[in-house]
């Protein structure tokens, strides 16, 4: 009876590792694909990413926001000049230099807000070089190595088959977790994108505010937030090279259960890590 039992027990172990090691190269191909379109979407200019929604938010800045720009460019000109004249006493000491000055700093802001979707997609397309750079050098090593897990075959056939079907169990809830993991990855990525055409949209008012030292502190602190929505891809991409690095540490030789929740939980550490990859970038750059 006893032999019938081993005999039954061995045929079941024999249909199980097979799975379970399809299941195990699954997950780390599962985790190079994503891994893979996380660089390839953070390479990706505003202008390239979706040229539909690029081309409609440039329409709607320059049909909407720009009269509205023009209105506060005024203002901020008109206050500048008054400022200018208040400083030099009301006129009483009158130098003809200062007009220059302001008619310099008028023309600069005008040539701001007219230019404004050059000068932001200029900052994209360095943040985007940067990127591409460091995705040169990460996607060289970032791929998830599965060939150690030829050494797990032979710790499989020393356990038992009830040991078999719980690390089964674990595999498909690791997978399961993995994938609406990466599916949030993916949403913040997108959440990044929509936020820059949100800031894209709005340039021409925080331009206009750049011709006076106090109001252009808006200005400042505008073109302060499109770089660190710029590097914040930058940092991702840290992010990703730092999973990839984590995930060759885990053991599948020696401790299969472990190391495979070890990935999940570095895969909980990535979609954190982007997440905080925003206030971080914010915070480098002093932008609020």
């Known amino acids: ?164 079907i719980a690390l089964f169990m674990q595999i498909y809830v690791i997978q399961f977790v993995t994938m609406l993991l990466s599916k949030l990855i993916f949403v913040l990525i997108y959440c990044r994108m929509i936020e820059i055409y949100m800031y894209v949209s709005m340039a021409p008012i925080p331009f206009a505010t750049l011709g006076n030292k106090e109001q252009g502190q808006i200005g400042q602190n505008y073109i302060r937030s499109l770089f660190a929505l710029g590097f914040q891809g930058f940092l991702i991409m840290i992010c990703v090279g730092i999973y990839a690095m984590l995930i060759r540490t885990c053991t599948f030789s020696s401790d299969i259960i472990g190391s495979i929740w070890g990935v999940l939980g570095y895969t909980l550490l990535l979609a954190f890590s982007i997440f905080k990859s925003g206030a971080v970038a914010k915070s480098v750059l002093q932008a609020h």
Do not use: C
């Open 1 to 164: 009876m006893d032999t019938v039992l081993q005999q039954v027990e061995e045929w079941l172990k024999s249909m199980m590792i097979p799975v379970i090691m399809n299941q195990l190269n699954g997950l780390f191909d599962s985790l190079n694909s994503e891994v893979g379109s996380i660089a390839s979407g953070l390479g990706a200019s505003p202008s390239g990413f979706s040229p539909d929604v690029f081309n409609m938010i440039r329409n709607i800045s320059e049909t909407v926001i720009m009269p509205i720009a023009g209105m506060i460019l005024t203002f901020v000109a008109v206050y500048e000049l008054i400022q200018i004249i208040m400083s030099y006493n009301n006129l009483a000491n009158f130098e003809t230099w200062f007009i220059y000055k302001w008619v310099f700093k008028t023309f600069v802001a005008v040539e701001l807000i007219t230019h404004t979707f050059d000068f932001t997609m200029a900052v994209f397309d360095v943040a985007q070089h940067v990127i591409l750079s460091a995705g040169g050098v990460i996607m060289d090593s970032v791929a998830v190595d599965a060939s150690g897990l030829a050494a797990i075959e032979s710790s499989l056939e020393d356990m038992s088959i009830w040991a078999l």
